[in-house]
């Protein structure tokens, strides 16, 4: 079987299951998962011809892979009982309703903000597993919380973990690739040809990215308020504008002059002091205060397993805002040391036997994988949460408790990622290498159908190929890894600039992290909402499909200019789309409050 058009739909039919069943049926993820997996397993070996061995070494990848993100999500529930137990929260909380008891505020100030922050200093699902717990103990439903923190892994993921998806997943990518050499040559170089295609994706970022933060906030009101008008985030325009500049001018501005290692981390903490400064002085605050009504209104699919009123009844003790904060502030130092000091971040990977557990070519096929614990988010989340404990002087039966609570929460997410994992690894592992036919890998046959019927549009459709590769592999710098090259190939069949249509690929797959199974398994598990992944889906996948169509629309300006052309007409139905969006918010509030009249 060699049609290309055949193969791409079977490459395409395990995420469809999935997709349908998640958000089609709503099963819960531990569910849909499993049978997403048998699915691939059989298309892998009966169509790829992927061989027994390569199947089994890829599953034992996923599996390991799946428990090192379970030990990050192990951290992030930790440090949420820490918090609570200690009577941080209820301080930190206050503090915030102090600058503003606005939801819509909270959600963009610590979703969009600090988010963006600290995606900056650790990346790979880190920034979901922070807001999430942060919002729900702050009062939010724990599927708005969940919500919010898979919205903002969109805009600063190409820069996460101090740029790897740039630096790992594209550079990998393009390194030794055909004709890279020959283009670097005119920026100077590899170097510069990377430092390039990291300006052009922060600026194309900045272009999609301004809405995100009135999305969250139109999100919020129109899902999870108590009159369910979309409108009411829209009211909160110009803060929501305001914020997103605060994080990309600077985000532009430091890829441009200091390449792809800080535009998040930078942009994000330069918007948060200057949000959070001008915020206290009421500066385009909103007048209106925007909160989801009573508890006991809200829907029983909002809310999640995570009890915390145990955790709040032992944390009783008064704390400064600035001690109360010492637990994030020490995430955030962490996060930076251990990635930015040299001489530390080789220690802590380095292949020592104790420092890196690595399992080398699993059953003979050269599949490896390796677990760096040490230098995981997890460990600084666990290290964080033990000095905490002496800080904030909690007692023996606060420190236990934390523990039980975290250790219970945990079990839910494992048998969805345990199957997810697995089906991501099979999918990639599914090339010449591991297989008796010479058929390129599920990802790439993919890809090739996309490119082989799009001709000259393919700028259009370059972001929604990354986003397909973060929504399988659950990340960015795969997505890079794998596709890229492709990207650049397909950039020069069509004389179309590749660094541009490289940068498009890692723009839509940062858009793709809001759809991204496993990391909406790993957030949903922070905050006890195991099961309602299809709900969550269901939202995340606007803000996914919104990210790839004005992302694949600029790249195509980009790419032409503006004439009498495609770009035209998908410009046209980009902002005819936006214009319509907004006329059916206003209609739909106008008649919700004609009837409650």
Not at 377 to 386: W, Y
């Amino acid at each position: 079987m060699d049609h290309l058009g055949v193969l791409s739909l079977l490459a395409l039919s395990p995420i469809v299951v999935v997709g349908v069943l998640l958000a089609g049926f709503r099963w819960p993820a531990k569910y849909a998962m499993p049978v997403g997996y048998v699915v691939t397993v059989l298309i892998a070996a009966l169509v790829w011809q992927m061989r027994p061995d390569a199947l089994i070494a890829a599953t034992v990848e996923g599996l390991i892979v799946a428990v090192t993100l379970l030990y990050i999500v192990f951290g992030a529930l930790l440090l949420l009982a820490t918090v609570i137990a200690s009577g941080a929260m209820s301080t930190i909380r206050a503090g915030f309703t102090a600058i503003s008891p606005d939801r819509r505020v909270q959600a963009i100030i610590i979703g969009w903000l600090f988010g963006s922050f600290i995606e900056g200093t650790s990346g790979f699902g880190t920034p979901a597993a922070v807001v999430a717990p942060l919002l729900l103990a702050l009062g939010f439903p724990a599927m708005a919380a969940v919500m919010v923190g898979l919205i903002i892994q969109t805009t600063p993921v190409s820069f996460g973990a101090v740029g790897t998806p740039i630096l790992v997943g594209v550079g990998g990518g393009l390194e030794g690739g055909e004709g890279v050499a020959a283009t670097a040559a005119a920026f100077g170089g590899q170097e510069g040809l990377i430092h390039e295609i990291g300006f052009q994706t922060a600026v194309i970022h900045a272009v999609v990215g301004l809405l995100i933060p009135l999305a969250l906030a139109v999100f919020l009101t129109g899902f999870f308020g108590p009159r369910r008008s979309f409108l009411d985030g829209l009211r909160i325009w110009p803060f929501a504008l305001y914020a997103s500049v605060a994080m990309t001018v600077p985000y532009v501005l430091v890829a441009h002059f200091a390449g792809p290692e800080f535009p998040s981390l930078i942009g994000g903490l330069i918007g948060l002091a200057l949000v959070m400064f001008t915020s206290s002085r009421g500066f385009l605050m909103p007048e209106d205060t925007f909160d989801f009504g009573p508890r006991a209104q809200w829907e029983e699919r909002w809310m999640g397993s995570v009890d915390t009123d145990h955790l709040q009844e032992l944390g009783t003790r008064r704390m400064r805002i600035t001690v109360a904060w010492l637990p994030y502030i020490l995430v955030a130092v962490l996060l930076l040391a251990t990635r930015l000091i040299g001489p530390l971040e080789e220690f802590l990977r380095s292949d020592a036997p104790a420092i890196t557990l690595t399992f080398a070519d699993l059953f003979g096929t050269g599949i490896t994988t390796s677990w760096e614990w040490l230098y995981s988010p997890g460990t600084v989340f666990i290290v964080t949460c033990l000095i905490t404990y002496v800080l904030h002087r909690m007692t023996a039966q606060q420190i236990r408790q934390t523990w039980t609570t975290a250790g219970r929460q945990i079990l839910g997410a494992a048998v969805a990622l345990l199957f997810a994992v697995p089906l991501v690894r099979v999918l990639i592992n599914s090339g010449p290498e591991f297989t008796a036919s010479d058929l390129a890998s599920m990802p790439v046959t993919l890809a090739e159908g996309a490119a082989a019927v799009s001709g000259g549009s393919w700028p259009l459709l370059a972001p929604w190929i990354g986003a397909l590769g973060a929504f399988v592999a659950g990340s960015n710098t795969v997505s890079n890894l794998t596709f890229s090259h492709f990207q650049f190939s397909a950039a020069g069949h069509i004389g179309a600039p590749p660094e541009t249509i490289v940068a498009a690929q890692a723009v839509g797959g940062a858009g793709g992290n809001a759809v991204a199974i496993h990391n909406i398994v790993a957030a949903s598990a922070t905050v006890g909402l195991l099961g309602r992944e299809g709900d969550l889906i269901r939202k995340t996948a606007m803000i996914t499909a919104y990210y790839c169509a004005v992302g694949g629309t600029v790249t195509y300006l980009w790419v032409n200019g503006l004439g009498a052309d495609l770009g035209a007409v998908a410009l046209v139905v980009v902002l005819g789309a936006l214009a319509g969006i907004v006329g059916w918010m206003i209609r739909r509030d106008h008649r919700g409050t004609s009837h409650t009249a």
